[in-house]
């Protein structure tokens, strides 16, 4: 596991990082969430031994980052700016890091192939695209087969194919019993990918929660359904815990306290056509904001009402 106790890091006058302590369990992935400017980059930085902290301190596996004596092996890690040599190809550059600790080719060709650049492993890196080039980021991570990974950000970029390998890669990597930790500053993208969320803003730790938690605070996740037949839906899955309210057209209806399986499984066993099953996370983003609102250090300007003087 990961964990920190009362990380801090100051900047001159500015503290960045207020005392956080949270830890990050194994076989889940966890979410590390906050607007621009929370934190994030600088705490992750801290947990892999590129920033000391101010005060605190942060163990990964039990103990001290630095300490592993062949840390590809424990921590896989992806930061935002990933240093890497533009002229090497992607094979090469992995074989590089490979040699440090005495990991086979073989391994390399594995994560080559996960992480979908078998084809351009040949190419020099500095022709690959901000996408492939953090497919090659996370290539790198898995490199030593660790049983850690610190992943900043790694969705960005990525192209909608990608977005999707990376979910999956994530619970993937969770389900063998990994801990995972991941930071992003949407709400959307974390709803689908964690199970767990550590949430910061201006530094400070504002939730240690599930997402199933959060959702339940936001008050309850929703279903949006389309559906000719809505009279009839509606009738089958009102019932104790479970409201379906007519949405904004006469064809929709909006559930509350079943989930998009649950409907689909009722309508199909009634031979109900749906033309629309969507989950919606808008609860979750409105919570996500409320919870950060007063720590956003860059915030969209509220819109300005009624005429200037
Ligand atoms: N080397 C530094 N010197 C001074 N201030 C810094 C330094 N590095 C980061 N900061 C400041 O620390 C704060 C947190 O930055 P950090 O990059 O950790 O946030 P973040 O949550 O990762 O943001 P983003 O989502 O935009 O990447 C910001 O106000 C940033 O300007």
Redesign the pocket.
């Known amino acids: 596991m990961i964990r920190a106790y009362d990380l801090t890091k100051r900047?001159g006058d500015?503290t960045?990082v207020h005392g956080l302590d949270f830890t990050v369990r194994p076989g889940t992935v966890t979410g590390f969430l906050?607007?621009?400017?929370?934190?994030?980059?600088?705490?992750l930085r801290m947990l892999l031994g590129l920033d000391a902290p101010t005060h605190g301190r942060s163990t990964i596996g039990g103990r001290d980052y630095t300490t592993h004596p062949a840390p590809l092996t424990e921590v896989g890690a992806l930061l935002?700016a990933r240093a890497v040599h533009p002229g090497r190809t992607a094979f090469h550059h992995l074989m590089a890091l490979a040699h440090t600790h005495g990991i086979p080719r073989s391994r390399v060709e594995h994560v080559l192939d996960l992480a979908g650049l078998t084809d351009v492993a040949h190419r020099r890196i500095k022709g690959f695209s901000l996408g492939m080039g953090q497919r090659l980021g996370i290539a790198a991570a898995l490199l030593g087969d660790p049983a850690h990974l610190v992943l900043d950000?790694p969705v960005n970029g990525l192209d909608p194919e990608g977005v999707l390998w990376i979910r999956n890669l994530l619970t993937s990597l969770a389900a063998q019993g990994r801990t995972v930790l991941v930071?992003s500053?949407l709400m959307s993208e974390m709803a689908l990918t964690a199970d767990h969320l550590v949430i910061i803003g201006r530094?400070r730790l504002l939730a240690d929660t599930t997402v199933a938690e959060l959702i339940r605070a936001a008050g309850g996740a929703s279903v949006k359904v389309v559906t000719p037949q809505a009279t009839t839906l509606r009738d089958l899955l009102t019932g104790r815990n479970v409201t379906a309210e007519p949405g904004a057209a006469g064809d929709e209806l909006v559930v509350h306290g079943a989930d998009a399986a649950t409907i689909g499984r009722i309508a199909a066993a009634h031979t109900i056509t749906l033309h629309e099953l969507t989950p919606q996370t808008g609860s979750l983003e409105r919570a996500f904001m409320e919870l950060t609102q007063e720590s956003a250090?860059y915030r969209t300007a509220a819109p300005l009402t009624g005429a200037a003087a």
């Open positions: 900047y500015t960045v906050g607007p621009n400017g929370a934190g994030k980059s600088t705490t935002e950000e930071s500053h530094g250090e």
